[in-house]
């Protein structure tokens, strides 16, 4: 029996399974790489929502990496006012600072 694995976005350097190394260097050597790139979000789309149980409603983000989408998020925090000057934001001392400072940028943007 095959055992399949299943790889998500960690720390810069993190290991990838095959065919992500080879779907990136696909689509880094044809000249339409938006197309398949577009293509390829598709289906990473549809293959996370058969693994959450998700619906094509559900929103699942991709992003370049969980760093600048914890950042990007931390801002919309501050921009929708879902984070104002009454609100605590909890930290663990365990994370990384890329998981961190987007955080403590954000709190003092809304204080």
């Not at 996370?48 to 983000?61: E, N, S, V, W």
């Not at 969980?66 to 605590?88: C, H, I, K, R």
Request: proline share 4%; with cysteine; hydrophobic share 40%.
């Amino acid at each position: 029996q095959k055992t399949r694995n299943l790889f998500f976005e960690n720390a810069g350097g993190s290991q990838v399974a095959q065919p992500v190394i080879d779907a990136m260097a696909c689509s880094l050597s044809h000249r339409h790489r938006s197309v398949i790139g577009s293509k390829t979000k598709t289906a990473a789309r549809e293959t996370f929502q058969g693994l959450f149980g998700a619906t094509k409603a559900d929103p699942i983000i991709l992003g370049p990496n969980a760093s600048s989408l914890l950042s990007t998020l931390a801002d919309l925090y501050v921009q929708l006012g879902l984070l104002t000057e009454n609100d605590e934001v909890i930290i663990s001392a365990e994370n990384h600072l890329a998981n961190v400072l987007p955080w403590e940028r954000a709190a003092k943007v809304a204080s």
